[in-house]
């Protein structure tokens, strides 16, 4: 009878213990049931999306935010993917509810056998619950909270809707989101196209992305893919024969590049997008943002600026060698930077059969080990203590190296006799004759001085052990024909003579880092659409952008825009102007200054045309003082020039400060018939759910001429024949426009800008230089297309003696246009009613027979005759600058 009653009580306790544990679970599940998020956001699912600039031909420019995700739609994924993370992550799931139990038991055992976490015990649908739903912290709270959110989560949708939510949520590392864009940023491939191995590795990587990360750990990675093949073979997603196949695949990961292309546009692009969505706003809701950029002529704009400034670099002098080693540290420095050169060159990497990386072109130390041996013997066999071994034959780095790509060296021979330096690059060796160093004289940049005696022994200026940048000219050259008459007459008597002429070198020429600074900017003429843009050398090393902050002198560049004004004043191109020296009116009644022209010299009577041809800095002070410098005032304010002008004569010589976007957007007046365009980049803004936003992409310090939007008529211009009928867009005379562009396409033919006769016949454009060369320009264009070239430091400081407007510049300008040609091509300009033509003699501006010599068919605007004489006109007296240097510009 007791042992009935205390079994009576052990049951009655028992059921105490576990009522008490069923209500304290069921309060634990009431509790966390009412502080779950809603299930129902799952449904109106929108994950971070980064967003993307793109060119107008089609290329991304910069992808950016803070997530790399491209959403896929399920019937998009193939099924060897889904099964690659299912055999990892959750094979039960398509039978489990949301929580594996048995799953999650045989997890804590191999946890608990291994005494660390081996294995995670999360379903799919719980990983979308944390990953959506909840914070990642580790803790029981939250694992409870995914026990009853996968549950939920299971009743509300299915389990296509959860396997779409997760392959496109999960993060797999290198900044990609989803399995999309993971299969493109670690493949280069389409999701379609990805491989069961390349599934496999992907799959993985969800574990642990850093720690199975390719790029990071590639013996780990390849481990856990071998792990996710073992499970896909193991639960049949794949045949012997295919699982054979993926652990034999030679999987290749692409080496990611700098993703982020015209980093000055994309820059300004993104900054104006952002002032109107906000930077959250963009780094999230996955903008697609189309520009006019040209990537095409991008390109070469780019490769302008590097080539221009470096020629000016260079004429600078050389500024040294940028380090120097001991004769021990050869080897270690040539194999560090052959692997280097390699890499760099190599766009995707394999692991071998020891899981190592190898790139596409890899550094074998063995074979280079014994191509190296293999010179040092023919070093011994050749007895010549100066003998230097060409490239082995077998040593394929010449094939890496590129033309005009700047490379680091060590000097390892230096013969002063034949005038040659002697480099190993990466361990292949290199030549740089007389004619590729002769320009590294000492460094010196003067604007007083004219010639800098060539460099002729390479010894004043290197020595071996020295690291250097130097460029490949060609890759395979006999040292022979590169010899000075003393260094062939030295080789001809030498024993080892043949085998000498039998080596092959890189042929390279001695570089350095450039210091200048350059800007490119160009749009069409007819819309404003933003073509090429680049605001400097490097956005990686300043972001100041040139196109738009720098506010630099003109010089010259701006007198068409003050003979625009003298054309509607009663000028014309025949116009004769003194060019002598007098005084000009000074600060007041007993003084003055003589302005003198670039030149030092004086041509005496010349004609409009001539004085714009030749830059002439009198005859254009004075037609501003004739014409008044208040109008030439007006007159920029109205055509939209964007540039503060004191009010006296100095800015006949373009003495004040103005950016190159703002130039071209003047010039694009004269090219276009008079009419006034707004550059703008950015064709169309759209987010993630189709809607369109409107850009203001007119900068805060633009000035757009009044009546511009309205299309209104301006009653203040209707006294003048040239300005009655001008209304809105169109600022300038259609007849006068073309009058400038045949002067302005006079000083491409005859006068300052002559190297850019080599884009073609239908070029216009102006060089500028400024007092102590400290800013050279060239702004011109064709019938489609405006650009602006210019080049200087930041820091003001000169860019050395004749470095004109005339010189680097319209070479850069020119290349450059000759691309624009090619794709858009150079119609001749429009010629307008109103214009009539006569021969005249060019120097005097008097009509003569066709055939006489100096004879050119001059193009004039009709208007009632206003002509213009000398000590008459509208000069409006006003207070000029009194320092002479104002006017030594070109």
Known sequence: MRMKSLIVKIVFALLGVGLLAGMTGALAFTY?????????????????????????????????????????????????????????????????????????????????????????????????????????????????????????????????EILYLYLNQVYLGGGYYGVKAAARGYYNKEL?????????????????????????????????????????????????ADYKAAVAEKTVYRLREDELKAG????????????????????VDGFKIKTTLDWELQKVAEEQIQRGIKEIDKRQGYKGPFAHIGSDEFVTFEKKSRINLFKDKSSYFTLNEHNDKVYEFHFDEKAYDEMEEEQNRLSVTSGDENFVPGVNAKD??????????????????????????????????????????????????????????????????????????????????????????????????????????????????????????????????????????????????????????????????????????????????????????EAMPGFDSASS??????????KGPVTMRVSLEQSRNIPTIKIADKVGVGTILKFAERIGFNAKLENNLSIALGTFGVSPRDMVTTFAVFANGGRYVVPHGIVSVVDRDGKKYIINEVE????????????????????????????????????????????????VTSGTGGAARAVGTNVAGKTGTTNDYIDAWFVGYTSNVVAAVWTGFDDNKTLGYGETGGRAPVNMWTEYMKATVRKYGDEPFEVPAGITQAWVDKQTGRKVAPNSPGAILESFAEAPDTPVEEGTGTAQKTRPLGDDEYFENQ
């Not at 799952?42 to 993307?52: F, G, M, T």
């Not at 062939?488 to 880092?513: E, W």
């Not at 009653?715 to 045949?742: I, W």
């Open 32 to 160: 966390f049931n009412l502080d779950l998020p809603k299930i129902d956001k799952l449904q109106d699912y929108k994950p971070n999306l980064a967003s993307q600039i793109i060119s107008k031909d089609g290329v991304i420019l910069a992808e950016l935010g803070l997530e790399k995700r491209e959403i896929v739609e399920m019937k998009d994924v193939p099924q060897r993917v889904i099964d690659a993370f299912l055999s990892a992550e959750d094979d039960k799931f398509f039978e489990h509810k949301g929580v594996d139990y048995w799953g999650l038991s045989r997890a804590m055992f191999a946890n608990f056998k291994a005494g660390r976490v081996v294995q995670g015990g999360s379903t799919i649908t719980q990983q979308v619950a944390k990953s959506l739903l909840l914070s990642s912290e580790r803790s029981i709270t939250r694992k409870l909270k995914d026990f009853i959110l996968a549950q939920r989560i299971e009743e509300k949708l299915t389990k296509k």
């Open 192 to 240: 379609k196209d990805v491989t069961v191995a390349e599934a496999a590795m992907l799959a993985g990587l969800l574990v642990a992305p850093g720690k199975y990360s390719p790029y990071v750990n590639s013996h780990a990675a390849k481990m856990r893919q071998g792990y996710v093949l073992e499970r896909m073979h193991k639960l049949k997603k794949i045949s012997d």
């Open 264 to 283: 000055y546009f994309t820059e300004w692009v993104r900054q104006k997008v952002v002032d109107v969505v906000g930077e959250k706003s963009f780094l």
């Open 396 to 581: 394929n780095l010449p094939n890496v190296l590129k033309e005009n790509v700047q490379y680091e060296a060590v000097v390892t021979k230096i013969d002063d006799v034949a005038r040659v330096v002697y480099v190993s690059l990466g361990g292949a060796s290199g030549i740089i004759p007389f004619d590729y160093f002769k320009w590294a004289h000492k460094r010196s940049i003067n604007e007083n001085t004219a010639y800098y005696q060539e460099v002729t022994k390479p010894s004043t200026i290197l020595r071996v052990g020295d690291l250097v940048h130097v460029q490949m000219v060609k890759k395979s050259v006999g040292v022979a024909e590169y010899l000075t008459k003393e260094g062939t007459a030295a080789l001809s008597k030498s024993k080892s003579a043949a085998l000498i002429r039998a080596q092959k070198y890189i042929l390279c020429r001695l570089d350095q880092v450039a210091e200048v600074q350059g800007a490119i900017f160009s749009m069409d003429a007819k819309t404003g659409d933003i073509l090429s843009y680049v605001g400097g050398s490097n956005y990686n090393h300043s972001k100041f952008n040139r196109v738009v902050q720098a506010k630099r002198q003109p010089g010259s560049a701006f007198k068409p825009i003050l003979f625009a004004a003298a054309l509607e004043h009663g000028y014309n191109p025949t116009t004769i102007i003194m060019d002598t020296p």
């Open 593 to 602: 200054w003589k302005p003198k022209n670039y030149d030092g010299d004086y």
């Open 700 to 747: 805060k310090d633009m000035k757009i001429p009044a009546g511009v939007e309205e299309e209104a008529t301006n009653e203040a211009l209707a006294g003048n024949p040239f300005t009655r009928s001008l209304a809105g867009k169109q600022v300038y005379d259609p007849r006068l426009s073309y009058v400038m562009t045949q002067l302005l396409k006079g000083v």
